[in-house]
C-alpha cells in the first residue's frame, strides 16, 4: 500500500491485527486516497467481536471481516473530496457519519447503497 499501513486498521484490543483486512479493499482504498489528494485517517478498521460490541457496531459488521473502514471527516470539503474519490474508484457502499465516512466492499451485502447515522 502507498498511502496506508496495516497498522492504521488495527482493532485497538488485537495489535497487528490490521493485517486481517481483505487486500481488494485496502487497494482501491489505497487508490481513493491517491485521487482525492488528502489525508485519510482511519477512525475503525478491522474490529475483534470485542471491540465490535464495545463501540456498538451490528452483529455482521463488515469491520469483523476486514471489508470496512470508517475515515475521519468533519469538512464539507473533505467529505466531497472523499466521497467523490471512493465512488470513482467502484466503491458502493458509504456511510455517511457527522465525523466520519463509512465504507465497505463487504461481497454478500446489499450493493449501491448509501445511508446516514443519525
Do not use: C
Not at 37 to 62: C, D, L, M, W
Not at 91 to 102: D, L, S, Y
Amino acid at each position: 500500500m502507498k498511502h496506508f499501513s496495516y497498522a492504521e486498521f488495527d482493532s485497538p484490543d488485537f495489535p497487528d491485527s490490521g493485517r486481517n483486512m481483505d487486500e481488494s479493499f485496502l487497494f482501491l482504498l489505497d487508490s481513493a486516497r491517491q485521487i482525492a489528494g488528502t489525508q485519510f485517517k482511519i477512525n475503525s478498521g478491522f474490529r475483534t467481536p470485542k471491540h465490535n460490541a464495545k463501540v456498538g457496531g451490528t452483529e455482521n459488521s463488515s469491520h469483523l471481516r476486514g471489508f470496512a473502514a470508517d475515515i475521519h471527516a468533519t469538512s464539507s470539503a473533505d467529505r466531497f473530496k472523499i466521497l467523490s474519490a471512493l465512488i470513482e474508484v467502484g466503491f458502493n457502499r458509504i456511510g455517511i457519519a457527522k465525523t466520519f465516512i463509512h465504507v465497505d466492499a463487504d461481497p454478500i451485502k446489499t450493493k449501491d447503497v448509501i445511508w446516514t447515522y443519525a
